[in-house]
């Protein structure tokens, strides 16, 4: 990941400097020197880790199955993963795999201090490195849109999740349909994981049913829900508040819904001009209910 960003902006560099924007950057115009090349007076890069929720249930997933309930070999659930779960015996695992083993997002000690650790490690590593201009690495956790096609070229994982399909959305959401004990259970379990370590930022996806946020109580509810998330002094939160049945009847009816906006991971669109993958991201997301 460093080096491939480190690749880009000597790219960047080399090949496609900004002299325009580098003369409004602070320092550029007294060093000298384009913002590709350091002359700003920061030159912090910025990566994101993608997938902590599926790594944490995986292990979490791994350490049951294998170690201590023994009821596969390392090899034989690894022969399951490589088939994709395509054999009978493979469905069996995938449906324990899933509906046995606890997942992040339900304020379960056990494989959200899992998912603690895994963050710390991963931010600590990319501190270590620098890019071309001078500058250190800084960790984040946010996904914009890329967990859908980076699943994509990921086999399939012991948390059940199948080969080519979408990671976890956001950055430090539960993966989709695993956040079953309601939105403060998230925000718990997201408490858990130092979330001052990600000084490039974070991103956490919340969606609502309309219901749940009708009227004067509606909104009291949601605003004791925003204190919490203060409260535990998490980072970041964004919300939609939808029917996945009207965003099915906007993916068959676009041309009634051109003005449907819902919030992606960390931007905003019409919902019917993103992909199809995206569109379908968005719908199984889990809708809670406060």
Not at 197 to 212: D, E, I, W
């Amino acid at each position: 990941m460093v080096e491939g960003s480190n690749i880009c902006d000597i790219g960047h560099r080399d090949w496609a400097p900004v002299p325009l924007l580098s003369s409004f950057i602070s320092d550029c115009l007294e060093k000298g020197r384009d913002i590709t090349d350091g002359g700003a007076r920061y030159n912090f890069s910025g990566v994101q880790g993608i997938g902590i929720a599926n790594l944490s249930d995986s292990l979490h997933a791994l350490k049951g199955m294998v170690f201590e309930q023994q009821r596969l070999s390392f090899d034989e659930l690894l022969s399951v993963l490589k088939a994709n779960f395509a054999t009978p015996e493979g469905e069996k695992v995938r449906a324990r795999l899933i509906n046995r083993f606890e997942k992040y997002g339900n304020d379960i000690d056990e494989v959200d201090n899992i998912s603690a650790e895994l963050l710390r490690h991963y931010c600590k590593e990319v501190e270590k490195y620098q890019n071309p201009r001078g500058g250190y690495f800084t960790p984040g956790s946010y996904t914009v849109s890329a967990h859908v096609p980076l699943g994509s070229v990921v086999g399939a994982t012991p948390d059940g999740r199948f080969a080519g399909e979408q990671l976890a959305d956001g950055g430090l959401s539960p993966m989709l349909g695993q956040d079953a004990q309601g939105p403060t259970a998230v925000l718990k379990s997201v408490s858990k994981l130092d979330n001052t370590l990600l000084s490039n930022g974070t991103l956490l996806n919340v969606k609502f049913t309309p219901a749940t946020l009708e009227g004067e109580a509606g909104l009291r509810k949601l605003a004791d829900f925003l204190r919490a998330f203060t409260q535990l002094k998490l980072q970041h939160i964004q919300f939609n508040v939808v029917n996945a049945d009207t965003l099915r009847e906007a993916q068959q009816r676009p041309q009634d819904y051109a003005g449907l906006v819902v919030r992606v991971a960390g931007y905003s669109a019409f919902f019917v001009e993103l992909s199809k993958e995206i569109q379908d991201d968005i719908i199984r997301r889990t809708a809670h209910q406060l």
